[in-house]
């Protein structure tokens, strides 16, 4: 079975960090990209960060030099490092798979930036 569990949300202040992983299971981990996304209410889901099975990365530009995304495929989890977090970031950010069309979902973790 399939699963992807987000972690690591929750309110911060405007400035604070975060730290969100994503734990896999059920699938081969380091065969699979890994992204990445957030829905902030009333806008479409958009794509955060992404890690490539070489380590490769590509951030949105409202999040470069800030947000950094790695992952460790012996524990088989992605993480997100968020910095300088600003409330236009609150969302609930999803963790992702891709492996060709196949795609797997995370039930997502939400993240609130308010002072």
């Known amino acids: 079975q399939v699963q992807l569990v987000e972690s690591g949300g929750g309110l911060v202040q405007p400035g604070g960090s975060l730290r969100l992983s994503c734990a896999a299971s059920?699938?081969?981990?380091?065969?699979?990209?890994m992204s990445w996304y957030r829905q902030a209410p009333g806008k479409q889901r958009e794509l955060v960060a992404s890690?490539?099975?070489?380590?490769?990365?590509n951030y949105t530009d409202s999040v470069k030099g800030r947000f950094t995304i790695s992952r460790d495929n012996a524990k088989n989890t992605v993480y997100l490092q968020m910095n300088s977090l600003r409330p236009e970031d609150t969302a609930d950010y999803y963790c992702?798979?891709?492996?060709?069309?196949?795609?797997?979902w995370g039930q997502g973790t939400q993240v609130t930036v308010s002072s």
């Open positions: 890690i490539t099975t070489g380590g490769r990365t």
């Open positions: 059920g699938f081969t981990f380091s065969r699979y990209a």
């Open positions: 992702n798979a891709q492996l060709y069309i196949i795609r797997y």
